[in-house]
């Protein structure tokens, strides 16, 4: 971790006994009841032995994989990836090779991740100047990538299966849910993350939400995936044990999202959240330069309130380029009015360090500076060996120095606000490592975003749902500052509470409750999670023991 003052931040510039679905679904885990048979009661379907898919079939499990999308916002159709999931589920429960299930698992996950992720594209050809067959071969070969997190899941526990001389109820309720959960977990953070689409972020207003607060949005994902694992039992005798449990599921996350895991904590704040729908190609062009500074200004400035927060890169230059002044307008403001402001802009150490911040000037003339911390391949940092990439791009700022793991709230009067940049608040782990590690947690999470890279997009609304999942695991409130959407208050049990038009310029004015007090997820983080998969596959392993055991 560098050191470097935060005051004065302007001066410083793995054989198995049967090929097919066992007809007599028993009980999961420990209470599996394994009955002996001679003969599977289903006949395996000759078009499942292979091993490896056919095309088609390969095309079928993308375009499974693909539906997933209307799970997400804008739709918000969940239910969809109930059966998206079980799609897969049934057709590597009906086969027998461990590399047929791998094929399917990674042509699945390759076309969740295209359709889920397909407005990379805009960035890359419209801002980006990549030419548009570069750009589409490049969200193709991202998804071929995140295609292997879905080989993953469907090839370790195709693998696990045969090793451990699976029931077929172990292995679609325990063992499978167990390596889908892993294999999101791993997508959070294998070569820095990108966990964007994970399953559980399609249920923040659906049952399984109660879940939050105790596993994270990866915990909702294995959930997810034993409630669509209990759908493929539906296709065998006996159906009224899966049913059972896919209701339990639901109905407990429904009672658990009455608990209150946190509590109200001084006095409100007023908060204007300022949206300048500032277009992308105009953001860092100096023909525009003195339009953008005079805008965030004149909205910034327009009214008083407790906190005024502006968006990612409002100020797109140094405090060093700026005009003479430009900055103690917003000091004597706040000094006159009782006002804290809080907005992006690059700051730098030194000629070669600089950070994308977010800045902040209280009242009393307190100084406040958040770097972000977890940067954008490519977009705000250049792995090693594909500076020729970035280099086809035209993408200011593009090598960002990173802040620290764990960073101090801004004080605003008797609340504490916790800035996180963009798409930071898709990593659930740090901002609730950031609340643990502190004496005195943030009361308020604020996130400041600029997503005009992306055009008119589902990558807005995508955004709303995650920072959503952020409040329900975290039990406090998050305010999103955006330049085109979504500027939007959002209250600690996950629930928006007003909102901006997007695509628009103004302000939004609302008020907001911190919260104090600690939910089981700030604790422990992906622990919980990682001890539920831990558990589902010792679950499984005890269940291969007793059908060798009895058979």
């Known amino acids: 971790m560098r050191a470097r003052s935060t005051c004065c931040w302007w001066k410083n510039s793995r054989p198995s006994t049967t090929n097919t679905i066992d007809a007599g679904p028993a009980l999961i885990a420990s209470s599996l009841n394994l009955r002996r048979r001679r003969k599977p009661a289903v006949a395996p379907d000759p078009a499942l032995r292979g091993t490896r898919p056919s095309m088609t079939g390969l095309a079928v499990a993308a375009l499974a994989g693909a539906l997933s999308l209307f799970s997400f916002e804008p739709f918000g159709w969940w239910p969809v990836q109930f059966l998206s999931l079980a799609y897969l589920f049934y057709q590597v429960g009906m086969g027998s090779s461990t590399r047929r299930a791998v094929f399917l698992g990674w042509a699945f996950g390759f076309g969740w991740s295209v359709a889920g992720m397909h407005w990379l594209y805009i960035a890359l050809n419209r801002f980006g100047g990549l030419p548009a067959v570069l750009s589409a071969i490049a969200i193709a070969l991202l998804g071929l990538y995140m295609g292997l997190f879905g080989a993953f899941a469907a090839g370790v526990s195709s693998w696990l299966r045969k090793r451990w001389s699976l029931p077929v109820p172990a292995f679609l309720l325990l063992v499978f849910p167990a390596c889908w959960g892993v294999s999101e977990w791993m997508r959070g953070w294998v070569l820095t993350g990108f966990p964007w689409a994970a399953s559980g972020y399609a249920h923040v207003t659906?049952?399984?939400?109660?879940?939050?607060?105790?596993?994270?949005?990866?915990?909702?994902?294995?959930?997810?995936?034993?409630?669509s694992a209990c759908l493929v039992m539906l296709t065998q005798r006996r159906r009224l044990p899966a049913m059972g449990l896919f209701a339990a599921l639901l109905l407990?996350?429904?009672?658990?999202?009455?608990?209150?895991?946190?509590?109200?904590?001084?006095?409100?704040?007023?908060?204007?959240?300022?949206?300048?729908?500032?277009?992308?190609?105009?953001?860092?062009?100096?023909?525009?330069?003195?339009?953008?500074?005079?805008?965030?200004?004149?909205?910034?400035?327009?009214?008083?309130?407790?906190?005024?927060?502006?968006?990612?890169?409002?100020?797109?230059?140094?405090?060093?380029?700026?005009?003479?002044?430009?900055l103690q307008t917003f000091r004597d403001y706040a000094a006159r009015t009782g006002s804290a402001f809080l907005f992006g802009i690059p700051l730098a150490d030194s000629m070669t360090v600089y950070a994308n911040s977010v800045a902040?000037?209280?009242?009393?003339?307190?100084?406040?500076?958040?770097?972000?911390?977890?940067?954008?391949?490519?977009?705000?940092?250049?792995?090693?060996g594909f500076r020729w990439f970035t280099d086809l791009m035209q993408i200011p700022l593009g090598d960002f120095t990173r802040g620290p793991d764990v960073q101090a709230p801004?004080?605003?009067?008797?609340?504490?606000?916790?800035?996180?940049?963009?798409?930071?608040?898709?990593?659930?782990?740090?901002?609730?490592?950031?609340?643990?590690?502190?004496?005195?947690?943030?009361?308020?999470?604020?996130?400041?975003?600029?997503?005009?890279?992306?055009?008119?997009?589902?990558?807005?609304?995508?955004?709303?749902?995650?920072?959503?999942?952020?409040?329900?695991?975290?039990?406090?409130?998050?305010?999103?500052?955006?330049?085109?959407?979504?500027?939007a208050v959002i209250d600690g049990?996950?629930?928006?509470?007003?909102?901006?038009?997007?695509?628009?310029?103004?302000?939004?004015?609302?008020?907001?409750?911190?919260?104090?007090?600690?939910?089981?997820?700030?604790?422990?983080?992906?622990?919980?999670?990682?001890?539920?998969?831990?558990?589902?596959?010792?679950?499984?392993?005890?269940?291969?023991?007793?059908?060798?055991?009895?058979?």
């Not at 659906?206 to 409630?227: K, Q, R």
């Open 252 to 326: 407990a996350g429904w009672g658990l999202k009455h608990v209150a895991w946190t509590a109200p904590a001084g006095k409100p704040l007023s908060v204007r959240l300022v949206q300048g729908n500032i277009r992308q190609d105009e953001k860092f062009s100096a023909e525009h330069l003195g339009m953008i500074l005079a805008r965030y200004r004149d909205m910034m400035t327009a009214a008083p309130a407790d906190l005024i927060a502006a968006p990612e890169t409002a100020i797109p230059v140094f405090p060093n380029q700026l005009p003479p002044g430009y």
């Open 493 to 551: 049990r996950g629930n928006v509470a007003a909102r901006l038009p997007f695509y628009t310029q103004g302000t939004l004015a609302a008020t907001v409750q911190g919260m104090a007090g600690s939910t089981p997820y700030i604790r422990f983080g992906n622990l919980l999670f990682l001890a539920l998969g831990a558990l589902l596959l010792a679950g499984a392993w005890l269940a291969g023991r007793q059908r060798q055991a009895t058979g």
């Open 206 to 227: 659906a049952p399984l939400s109660g879940f939050a607060p105790i596993l994270g949005v990866y915990g909702i994902g294995v959930l997810v995936a034993v409630c």
């Open 410 to 487: 801004f004080a605003v009067k008797d609340q504490r606000v916790l800035p996180n940049v963009c798409y930071e608040d898709v990593f659930g782990e740090e901002i609730a490592k950031n609340l643990r590690s502190q004496a005195q947690p943030a009361t308020v999470l604020l996130n400041v975003s600029n997503l005009a890279w992306y055009g008119e997009s589902t990558a807005i609304p995508q955004h709303l749902q995650i920072s959503r999942m952020r409040s329900l695991e975290t039990g406090r409130p998050m305010l999103r500052a955006t330049n085109n959407g979504a500027t």
């Open 360 to 384: 902040g000037i209280g009242p009393q003339g307190q100084s406040y500076r958040y770097d972000k911390n977890h940067l954008v391949p490519f977009g705000e940092f250049i792995p090693t």
